[in-house]
């Protein structure tokens, strides 16, 4: 119809660096069966923190240059995974990072916090009515931690599937276009458990000066939540070396050692090889109680 492959996945971030810290192995994997991968980033990522003293001086009370530092890690970040469409939501630097809740920065013009949810939704329908996904994945409600610009980038994704299906709604974004299948990422109790008994089991080696807690991972859920859950099979890792690598690319924000990982408050947490997902919206592939092992079971070829 439009010259893509038959199978379309899109997933909706708030900052460069969620997606492949939330779904590097999800995206690795599509791309590399040929399904059509596109990814939307809402924002340049402006307010991070940076790591590497070296590049201490691109932080927003300094230069003021990590959007357009973090446009460049992106960019090799989804070299990693084999993704060859990713976008900013309206265009890079349409909206700013918002910096965490509460902060000043959640009301300066141009924050994508403070944006209006059908403007900012209008973007990705004409993105949604040309690339025609099947399947869509997001942030929870909550956008799994409470930051304002993973919460916006739900509603954001959410209130643009909605438009992009209704038959009434600016035709000139393109035709219509309902999407299948609806998920939030998701992390099961007992994997994180499982991480953390890992960290603890590394003791010592561990090469990060502390460790986090379970209640820094985003999105954690009971396990009867997952609905889906996908990683690498038979034994290999090519996904989630992928996903190792597409993090270590966004060096700025996020130091990588082996199956650990830490952001800027240089606490280890564990990298996770497998990733889980809640459908939200759209008809389950899986026989009942069972987790689907592909996002687009269930969905008419
Ligand atoms: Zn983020």
Not at 49 to 76: C, F, K, N, S, Y
Not at 208 to 219: E, N, T
Not at 231 to 249: I, N, Q, S, T, W
Request: charge should be negative; proline fraction near 7%; glycine fraction near 10%.
């Amino acid at each position: 119809m439009n010259g893509l492959p038959a199978r379309r996945l899109l997933l909706v971030h708030a900052h460069p660096d969620d997606e492949s810290i939330n779904n590097g192995v999800t995206m690795a994997k599509y791309a590399a069966e040929g399904a059509h991968v596109a990814l939307v980033t809402c924002t340049l990522g402006e307010e991070g923190e940076v790591i590497p003293p070296a590049l201490a001086h691109l932080a927003p009370d300094r230069d003021d240059t990590l959007g357009a530092h973090r446009v460049g890690e992106l960019a090799a970040a989804m070299k990693e995974l084999g993704v060859t469409d990713h976008r900013f939501l309206g265009g890079p630097g349409r909206f700013r990072d918002s910096g965490m809740m509460g902060a000043e920065q959640n009301h300066r013009p141009g924050a994508f916090w403070s944006a209006e949810v059908d403007e900012a939704a209008a973007y990705l329908v004409e993105i949604i009515r040309e690339l025609r996904p099947q399947v869509l994945v997001t942030y929870d409600p909550d956008g799994g931690y409470g930051h304002p610009d993973h919460i916006q980038a739900h509603r954001v994704a959410t209130r643009a599937a909605e438009l992009a299906a209704e038959t009434t709604y600016r035709r000139d974004l393109g035709d219509p276009h309902e999407i299948r299948k609806v998920y939030w990422n998701r992390v099961p109790r007992s994997a994180v458990e499982e991480g953390f008994e890992r960290l603890r089991a590394a003791g010592a080696a561990v090469p990060f000066p502390g460790v986090a807690s379970p209640q820094d991972v985003p999105g954690v859920v009971a396990d009867e939540r997952i609905t889906a859950e996908i990683g690498d099979e038979d034994g290999r890792d090519d996904f989630v070396r992928a996903k190792a690598a597409a993090m270590r690319a966004h060096a700025t924000q996020i130091a990588v050692d082996g199956p650990f990982f830490a952001l800027s408050n240089d606490l280890a947490q564990p990298l996770f090889a497998r990733e889980y997902y809640e459908l939200v919206a759209g008809e389950p592939g899986a026989a009942e109680g069972e987790r689907e092992r592909d996002l687009f079971a269930g969905v008419p070829a």
